[in-house]
């Protein structure tokens, strides 16, 4: 099984502020990456597919890229609303694993 | 609009099964994948396999592979998931997911509680 890594596993940031987080595959998945924001107490939701496709609706601060075994997801500007856990998930090969996640709290 | 709606919470003794239902709406069923995923309570997403509702067949991930089974009605355009021989770390919220790669639309989550 591929399995994904995310980090870091939780990070404290302002309002404004320019966020990266890193998914890494322990192999090679060209370009089968989505990103997903959770909320406490909701159904994930899809902000990036294929590495870098925004899903409809997603606010265009949320972007995606990487290819082969290295990704990231990169908020430009923090919102109020974008505290959550984040998730990456691989689409490469069953099963299709999640990270383990990575929790966004205001600083 | 695209709807996935699942069934309620359920409290279950080890050893019992459980069957979770996922009833869609608003889109096409047999033309996207169904997912389930499940999240233990403080824990990240697990995703446990997908079904195609048109052709019935499943993937399954190898940690369910015994006990779990995955079904489609699309005379109602409903998905079930049952669970087998519950143990204590199967307490999670189960969600259904609309997709086969990535998961568009979520079902609400049904709180799956296994106690004795």
């Known amino acids: 099984d591929i399995q994904m890594t995310q980090s870091p596993s939780s990070l404290s940031a302002s309002v404004g502020d320019k966020v990266t987080i890193t998914c890494r595959a322990s192999q090679s998945i060209s370009t089968f990456l989505n990103w997903y924001q959770q909320k406490p107490g909701k159904a994930p939701k899809l902000l990036i597919y294929?590495?870098?496709s925004l899903q409809t609706g997603v606010p265009s601060r949320f972007s995606g890229s990487g290819s082969g075994t290295d990704f990231t997801l990169t908020i430009s500007s923090l919102q109020p609303e974008d505290f959550a856990t984040y998730y990456c998930?691989?689409?490469?090969?069953?099963?299709?694993?999640f990270g383990q996640g990575t929790k966004l709290d205001i600083k | 609009q695209v709807q996935l709606v699942q069934s309620g919470a359920e409290v279950k003794k080890p050893g019992a099964s459980v069957k979770v239902s996922c009833k869609a709406s608003g889109y096409t069923f047999t033309a996207y994948g169904l997912t389930w995923v499940r999240q233990a309570p403080g824990q990240g997403l697990e995703w446990m396999g997908w079904i195609s509702p048109y052709t019935g067949n499943a993937d399954y991930a190898q940690k369910f592979q015994v006990r779990v089974t995955m079904t489609t009605d699309t005379s109602t355009n409903t998905a079930y998931m049952e669970l087998r021989s519950l143990r204590s770390d199967d307490t999670a919220v189960y969600y259904c997911?609309?997709?086969?790669?990535?998961?568009?639309?979520w079902g609400q989550g049904t709180l799956v509680t296994v106690s004795s």
């Open positions: 294929a590495a870098s």
């Open positions: 998930q691989l689409s490469y090969s069953t099963p299709y694993n």
């Open positions: 997911a609309r997709g086969r790669y990535f998961f568009d639309y």
